[in-house]
Nanobody
Framework: QVQLVESGGGLVQPGGSLRLSCAAS????????MSWYRQAPGKERELVAG???????NYADSVKGRFTISRDNAKNTVDLQMNGLKPEDTAVYYC?????????????WGQGTQVTVSS
């Protein structure tokens, strides 16, 4: 059974930090690219950061220099370190696993964790 379980969300003041973690199980973690997405109320889900199987990373312009994505293939986890948080970072953050296979793209999603940035 495939599972992606996010943790680490919460309420933080502007300028603060949070570290999100996603624990994966039920599939070969090292074979998948991993990403963090977020969805704010009334907005579409957007890509925040991604990390490939070989560790290459990419970030949304809005979080470059503030967020860092990392993965641990031994522990089957992907983390998102978020520094310098702003109110506009408030959203539900989702973990995603993606693999391109001959039959198509296989994607798994977690249930999400709420991040609220407010004073």
């Amino acid at each position: 059974q495939v599972q992606l379980v996010e943790s680490g969300g919460g309420l933080v003041q502007p300028g603060g930090s949070l570290r999100l973690s996603c624990a994966a199980s039920g599939f070969t973690f090292s074979s998948y690219a991993m990403s963090w997405y977020r969805q704010a109320p009334g907005k579409e889900r957007e890509l925040v950061a991604g990390i490939s199987r070989d560790g290459s990373t990419n970030y949304a312009d809005s979080v470059k220099g503030r967020f860092t994505i990392s993965r641990d293939n031994a522990k089957n986890t992907v983390d998102l370190q978020m520094n310098g948080l702003k109110p506009e970072d408030t959203a539900v953050y989702y973990c995603q696993a993606t693999r391109t296979r001959l039959v198509g793209i296989q994607t798994y999603w977690g249930q999400g964790t709420q991040v609220t940035v407010s004073s």
